[in-house]
């Protein structure tokens, strides 16, 4: 290994939460997360597809290693915010960040991420569905979607825009969703 990749390496080690978070918030989601893990395109692959690799040095300097959503910082996505309609092409790793941008969702409702994870969900739906294809990924999947909505409500992320997503949508800010949706078709 060439000195540049094991420094790589060492940073990306040094850079990470190294055990599972003991009783996380939904489970279930975290578990649909862990289930495509690690990402075939992480936020960084995708800032240099972004860039046609072209960007390296400018825009995508920041090392990540996301071998499992817990890995996953707030710096890095607020970093990388922009970059998961790059991803299209692998859908598992966009199920893969689900869970780490609904938990930093939850903590500020305030990230920019979240709405462009949930553009791409949104956009990439029919790819997710062979994925989603077990009941308890499905529900996994609707959850983290859930969970968002309620961390946000009907105004806190753009669900309104997602018309792939909104019948997944329950609880009492669904049908606002709804709504919002029909008078803005």
Same mark, same amino acid.
């Given at each position: 290994m060439s000195r540049r990749k094991e420094r790589q390496r060492r940073r990306?080690?040094?850079?990470?939460?190294? #055990?599972?978070?003991?009783?996380?918030?939904?489970?279930?989601?975290?578990?649909?997360?862990?289930?495509f893990g690690p990402p075939k395109i992480n936020l960084r692959q995708a800032e240099l597809l972004d860039g046609y690799g072209y960007n390296q040095g400018e825009y995508a300097q920041r090392p990540i290693a996301h071998n499992m959503p817990w890995h996953v910082s707030r710096e890095d996505l607020d970093y990388y915010w922009s970059v998961f309609s790059f991803m299209s092409d692998e859908p598992g790793s966009l199920l893969f960040y689900l869970y780490p941008v609904a938990l930093e969702f939850e903590r500020d409702p305030a990230?920019?991420?979240?709405?462009?994870?949930?553009?791409?969900?949104?956009?990439?739906?029919?790819?997710?569905?062979?994925?989603?294809?077990?009941?308890?990924?499905?529900?996994?999947?609707?959850?983290?979607?859930?969970?968002?909505? #309620?961390?946000?409500?009907?105004?806190?992320?753009?669900?309104?825009?997602?018309?792939?997503?909104?019948?997944?949508? #329950?609880?009492?800010h669904a049908e606002r969703v709804r709504l919002q949706a029909q008078r803005r078709a």
């Open positions: 990306d080690a040094d850079s990470v939460h190294a #055990t599972r978070p003991e009783n996380p918030p939904h489970p279930a989601v975290l578990a649909l997360s862990e289930k990230l920019d991420a979240s709405d462009g994870l949930l553009y791409v969900l949104d956009m990439n739906y029919s790819a997710l569905q062979p994925l989603l294809r077990e009941a308890e990924d499905a529900a996994a999947f609707a959850e983290g979607l859930n969970w968002m909505l #309620t961390v946000g409500g009907p105004d806190g992320a753009a669900f309104w825009q997602c018309p792939n997503l909104i019948p997944l949508l #329950t609880g009492e």
